[in-house]
Structures are given as structure tokens and as C-alpha cells.
């Protein structure tokens, strides 16, 4: 079984900055996709930015050129720096894991945009 264990949320005012971190507990040598979703209070879960082994990215339209993703190999962790947060941005924010046929899920981190 992987672990999934995300760190990061906290509170921040608007046009701040935050930085996720989620690191898988074991590496996958083969083709695999991280990437990071969130749920707001009341919405469906949406994708946020996805990333595969090869580094190849995709953005939800709401976050492109204020979010990034990115990932080290290495250390089995993606990342998702966030900037020029906004409050529609507040929900919880969940790592995902997709490696052969499996989906694997963090147990998601808390991002509150509020001043």
C-alpha cells in the first residue's frame, strides 16, 4: 500500500503565497501522474495541476500563471507553489497518485485565502 502524506496549507491573505509539498512512500519507476486536486465546501472535487514521471504538466484554466507544479523523482514529492492566491481559492487540497491501474489519495491539506 502508498502512503500519501501532504504538507503546506495554512492561512494566508489574499495574494499571498503558499507551498505544498506530497511525498509518496515509495518510489515508482515507471510511467506514473501526481498531481493535485481540491474540493471547496458545497463543490465537486476539481483537478488543480497534474504532472507525469516525465514532467509533463496540465493546469486548471482558474490557476495557469499563478500556480506551479513540479516534482522530484528522486525524493517520490510533487510540489504546488501557489501565488497570487485568491479567497475562491480556499478548499481542501488533495494529493493524487495514479501509477499503473491504481489511484492513490492523500488525506488533504486545508488552504483558507481570507483576510
Known amino acids: 500500500q502508498v502512503q500519501l502524506v501532504e504538507s503546506g496549507g495554512g492561512l494566508v491573505q489574499p495574494g499571498g503565497s503558499l507551498r505544498l509539498s506530497c511525498t509518496a512512500s515509495?518510489?515508482?519507476?515507471?510511467?506514473?501522474?501526481m498531481g493535485w486536486y481540491r474540493q471547496a465546501p458545497g463543490k465537486q472535487r476539481e483537478l488543480v495541476a497534474a504532472?507525469?514521471?516525465?514532467?509533463?504538466?496540465n493546469y486548471a484554466d482558474s490557476v495557469k500563471g499563478r500556480f506551479t507544479i513540479s516534482r522530484d523523482n528522486a525524493k517520490n514529492t510533487v510540489y504546488l507553489q501557489m501565488n497570487s492566491l485568491k479567497p475562491e481559492d480556499t478548499a481542501v487540497y488533495y494529493c493524487k497518485l495514479v501509477a499503473g491501474w491504481t489511484d492513490y489519495w492523500g488525506q488533504g491539506t486545508q488552504v483558507t485565502v481570507s483576510s
Open positions: 515509495r518510489r515508482f519507476f515507471s510511467f506514473n501522474v
Open positions: 504532472i507525469t514521471s516525465g514532467g509533463s504538466t
